[in-house]
């Protein structure tokens, strides 16, 4: 089993719609989580950490289960800018640095 | 955005070439990271330099060969390299300790092409 796993999409929505990615993952280990998006033939750009609590950045909504073993995005008002690969590295909090990722989300907002 | 610059953006080597890929962090961090991204993969972690030492190297094969000069500046020398390491390289870097976020940040890449 792939220690991420992500639906790859791709995930077709019109403006304004409201769309939700999940992303599992298998290692119980402490860990921190983080949302990134990625342009086509651009590097990944940090989205928004993680928290236990859940957080929020205006449109974007970020929810940690450490039960289910899942994080999730939630997109509200989704604009044609959001198009983009969603990516959702973990990492260990004590020893390794290193960010595990998948491959990613594929979101695309039609007109 | 300059936090992370890379250089070159763009480079084509044939297999008999040496080159070297740089980087640079302007963000004041203490970790730097390279990482390739192939067509159709997920971004694999190649090394980890934590305050200019190295503390991880990922079974990369040795026709790569990192160097960190300082906590600013990162290299990855290449040489000999086979069609299959075309890819994009991703540096990063983090501020790590014991309070920290542990959010790393990229730079724009080096996309690489063998011949």
């Known amino acids: 089993r792939k220690e991420v796993e992500q639906d790859p999409g791709p995930f077709n929505v019109p403006e304004g719609a409201t769309v939700a990615f999940n992303c599992t993952y298998s290692?119980?280990?402490?860990?921190?989580f983080f949302w990134y998006r990625q342009d086509c033939r651009k590097e990944p750009k940090l989205l928004m950490s993680?928290?236990?609590s859940g957080n929020e950045d205006g449109r974007f909504t970020a929810q940690l289960n450490r039960a289910s073993q899942y994080i999730s995005l939630l997109i509200r008002d989704s604009k044609l800018s959001d198009s983009a690969t969603y990516l959702c590295?973990?990492?260990?909090?004590?020893?390794?640095?290193?960010?595990?990722f998948g491959t990613g989300t594929r979101l695309l907002v039609s007109p | 955005e300059t936090g992370v610059t890379q250089t070159p953006r763009h480079l084509v080597m044939g297999m008999t070439n040496k080159k070297s890929l740089k980087c640079e962090q302007h963000?004041?961090?203490?970790?730097m990271y390279w990482y390739k991204q192939s067509a159709k993969k997920p971004l694999e972690l190649m090394f980890v330099?934590?305050?200019?030492?190295?503390?991880e190297n990922n079974s990369v094969p040795s026709r790569f060969s990192p160097e960190c000069p300082n906590s600013s500046h990162l290299f990855l020398h290449l040489h000999t390299l086979q069609p299959e390491d075309s890819a994009l390289y991703l540096c990063?870097?983090?501020?790590?300790?014991?309070?920290?976020?542990?959010?790393?940040?990229f730079g724009p890449g080096t996309r690489l092409t063998v011949t």
């Open positions: 990063a870097s983090s501020q790590e300790g014991a309070v920290s976020s542990y959010e790393q940040y």
């Open positions: 290692n119980s280990a402490s860990q921190s």
């Open positions: 993680v928290y236990s």
């Open positions: 590295p973990r990492r260990e909090n004590t020893g390794f640095q290193k960010l595990v």
């Open positions: 963000l004041g961090h203490n970790a």
């Open positions: 330099y934590n305050f200019k030492e190295q503390t």
